[in-house]
């Protein structure tokens, strides 16, 4: 594929030269992404459970997921509802700490670094280890409350059909430590003299928020849902160590689901094929998200890319 | 505007008292775990609304290191260092010699593979799940650590962008000069670039040690002996609610796994913070 169209040509050395560099990346994205997501396209059609070959078999996984498979939705509900409810809040929670410390004092760093440290331990499971603590029957939560409240509450928040949900989107807000970040440096580059001029013009402070701080962080903004939708969507130790799916499969994320079929009940086509559902499904919203971002998304002129 | 002293000082007070607030409400968790280990075990619960132990012990640590069917959490941890270190040393310099040949070089196909490396960052890993493990299957991997070591010697997506951002900052008159000295373009890498990039290097090597410490995905699918186990799979093997009740022990085994992280994160959190702005914002 040699294009000539004002396009410059590289000599062989040029382009030794590049190769002895991201060969190796070459390699490992052949090794471990192409073929693998290869294979995995392929086996979404057959029947495979790894000790006999696998047998083709059409649409049927498919056609299995979409009108046979009721956990299928449950699941896929659970995790549309737990990306859905987390990733807004934990992005506005991120956005208000992120205001809180523009303020430059002598203790912003250790807050800074307070707020930060749940965000990087947040996926351990020592931390799923104490959050299943936190709520059960006789844990942290209650326990607060009854001193408090002099209450004898015992509903365990991790059992409960309505609540364990709730406990793994807390968990998820906790964890806004990135974006956070993120955003206080977005609020850094914005140019002080907008601000000067609301000031001047008698702007109220909610005013030049919603005018000024919002619209100029919208690149920020964007940047930090796709990435969250991707992380919440992908999600899987909270909901495989935590609650286990349960209860009723109230929290069983589809990544786990995913997991389940292929490795406990070894259908791995099966796996394969709701992974690659998940994996258009994701595509699609991100491509619809770049698309919508023609009309909220603000670059200023000058200083792009 | 003036405003007067006392309204300053009330504003300062209400703004520190607002953020220590929002710390013990994020690090009350932590706290919590760390102090019911060293609570005596029938106590973690009973006494679970106080955050400091009556009777402070270590009976917990030594309980809880003893491990499970006959294997000490000396093991889990030290096979958690050697993997962890493996995998960080291969993603930090296969990622920056990547890089190199991204910011630097022009070649034949470099903007299509510089695609497809950004597309691996939102690649969910979840996705490659099954196939990846029959490939190490076919390969023989399974149930050894390879599986959990090599593909990092490939470059990693985050740390490679990380560190192309950081080398276009580099100013090219540098490498001009080194080529009128003449240095080949290894050297130009080896001697000029690389002394250089420490500081991308240093961030990478924090994040990839945190989070390959942390990971409990590729362990749980490919380590099948205990004696084998990485920390991670082996406190969630640990804390099965079926396997034991010991609860102090499991809050010290908690708390243990956490500590080469914490040290990782008091020593390099400026590193942290701005890996996290650099890439974050010019994505």
New interface residues.
């Given amino acids: 594929m040699r294009k000539t169209n004002g396009r410059p040509q590289y000599s062989m050395r040029q382009n030794l030269e590049g190769y002895s560099f991201i060969g190796l990346f070459v390699i490992g994205f052949l090794a471990f992404t192409v073929i693998p997501i290869g294979t995995s396209l392929v086996l979404s059609f057959t029947k495979y459970d790894i000790l006999s070959p696998p047998q083709f078999v059409g649409l049927d996984n498919f056609v299995q997921m979409f009108t046979g498979d009721h956990q299928f939705w449950v699941s896929f509900g659970v995790t549309l509802f737990y990306v859905i409810v987390s990733v807004p809040l934990r992005l506005a929670f991120a956005l208000a700490v992120a205001m809180l410390l523009q303020k430059t004092t002598k203790l912003t760093t250790f807050y800074r670094a307070a707020y930060y440290l749940p965000t990087i331990i947040g996926s351990s499971i020592a931390i799923s280890v104490v959050w299943r603590q936190m709520f059960s029957a006789d844990g942290l939560l209650n326990s607060i409350i009854n001193k408090i409240f002099h209450t004898q509450i015992n509903i365990s928040w991790i059992g409960g059909e309505k609540t364990a949900i709730w406990t793994l989107i807390i968990l998820a807000i906790w964890q806004y430590g990135s974006s956070m970040l993120i955003f206080l440096s977005g609020l850094k580059q914005i140019p002080k003299e907008l601000y000067e001029a609301a000031d001047i013009d008698g702007a109220s402070k909610v005013r030049s928020f919603f005018r000024i701080t919002l619209p100029m962080l919208t690149p920020v903004v964007f940047f930090n849902v796709i990435m969250q939708l991707i992380q919440g969507f992908m999600t899987f130790t909270q909901s495989y160590v935590i609650t286990q799916g349960m209860p009723m499969d109230k929290t069983l994320f589809i990544t786990v689901y995913v997991y389940r079929n292929s490795f406990t009940y070894y259908k791995m086509g099966y796996g394969c094929a709701i992974a690659w559902f998940l994996l258009i499904f994701m595509a699609v919203i991100t491509a619809l998200l770049f698309k919508s971002s023609r009309s909220w998304v603000f670059y200023q002129a000058e200083g792009g890319d | 505007m003036v405003r007067s002293k006392t309204n300053r000082v009330i504003t300062k007070v209400v703004?520190?008292a607002?953020?220590l607030l929002?710390?013990v409400v994020?690090?009350y968790?932590?706290l919590?775990?760390v102090f019911s280990s060293f609570k005596e075990t029938n106590a973690v619960?009973?006494t679970?609304?106080d955050l400091l132990p009556e009777h402070w012990t270590l009976d917990n640590y030594i309980n809880g290191w003893r491990g499970f069917l006959s294997t000490s959490f000396g093991v889990f941890f030290k096979n958690s260092l050697f993997v962890t270190v493996l995998a960080t040393v291969g993603a930090v310099f296969?990622s920056v010699?990547?890089a190199?040949?991204?910011a630097r070089?022009?070649?034949?196909g470099?903007k299509l593979?510089f695609a497809?490396?950004m597309l691996?960052m939102?690649?969910?890993?979840?996705?490659?799940?099954?196939?990846?493990?029959?490939?190490y299957?076919k390969l023989g991997w399974v149930g050894t650590y390879l599986p959990l070591i090599v593909?990092f010697?490939?470059?990693q997506g985050f740390f490679?962008f990380l560190d192309v951002q950081f080398i276009q900052g580099i100013p090219r008159e540098l490498d001009e000069a080194a080529r009128i000295d003449g240095c080949s373009?290894?050297g130009l890498?080896l001697r000029v670039i690389l002394p250089l990039v420490v500081p991308a290097l240093v961030t990478s090597g924090v994040f990839s040690f945190?989070w390959r410490?942390?990971d409990?995905?590729a362990p749980l699918?490919y380590l099948n002996r205990v004696p084998s186990y990485t920390?991670?799979?082996a406190?969630?093997m640990f804390?099965d609610p079926t396997a034991q009740s010991d609860?102090g022990a499991?809050?010290a085994m908690?708390?243990l796994?956490?500590v080469p992280?914490?040290i990782i994160?008091a020593m390099f959190?400026k590193y942290?913070?701005e890996g996290?702005?650099?890439s974050?914002?010019?994505?």
């Fill in positions: 703004y520190h607002v953020c929002l710390c994020m690090l968790p932590l919590w775990m619960f009973t679970a609304a296969s010699v990547i190199f040949g991204f070089l022009k070649f034949r470099s593979w497809c490396m691996t939102m690649l969910p890993f979840q996705v490659l799940m099954v196939p990846q493990y029959l490939l299957n593909p010697f490939f470059g490679i373009t290894w890498f945190i410490w942390e409990f995905l699918l920390m991670a799979i406190l969630k804390s609860w499991m809050f908690s708390t796994s956490l992280a914490f994160f959190q942290l913070v996290i702005a650099t974050g914002l010019k994505g």
